[in-house]
């Protein structure tokens, strides 16, 4: 029989390897280029991208509701699928690269554009420090 000691309590946090190394099961390093970004780096881009996009926004649309969020998207697919990286990310040196499949980056970057827009699949994270939409879509943010 199963006791409460064998599944440990949800307040111990997710079962994890203490020697685990994040962005391993990606076939990522442990450290330097290429190996998983921070946490705190993926945010800040967020922040940044999306004040570029109501910036151009308020400038040439009078600040649309829809303009910011058709802004956001372009900027987000056309950036990633040419250059790998949004504004925002070349800024703090991190980009999105394709870990897995052989599917174009224009298609990549759509769905994980789509899949961050439903905001709960970035709000949830994978053991290598990879929210839903990156698993979507076959992509890792790394360091540059």
């Not at 056309?78 to 800024?91: I, K, M, R, V």
């Not at 699949?121 to 990879?130: I, M």
Request: glycine share 8%; proline share 8%; charged share 15%.
């Amino acid at each position: 029989m199963i006791e409460r000691k064998d599944l440990g309590s949800w307040m111990e946090g997710v079962p994890s390897e203490p020697d685990y190394v994040k962005g391993s099961s990606l076939g990522l390093p442990a450290a330097g280029p290429g190996s998983v970004a921070p946490f705190w780096r993926r945010p800040v881009t967020l922040v940044l991208d999306w004040g570029l996009c109501m910036l151009v926004s308020a400038l040439a649309f009078h600040s649309d509701p829809l303009a910011n969020l058709l802004l956001f998207v372009l900027v987000n697919v056309l950036f990633l699928s040419f250059f790998g990286a949004t504004p925002g990310q070349f800024l703090l040196r991190v980009r999105v690269l394709p870990v897995r499949g052989r599917t174009p980056m224009v298609l990549r970057a759509l769905v994980r554009t789509g899949a961050m827009l439903l905001l709960l699949p970035a709000c949830v994270w994978t053991k290598d420090r990879q929210p839903l939409h990156d698993t979507a879509a076959g992509t890792a943010v790394v360091t540059i």
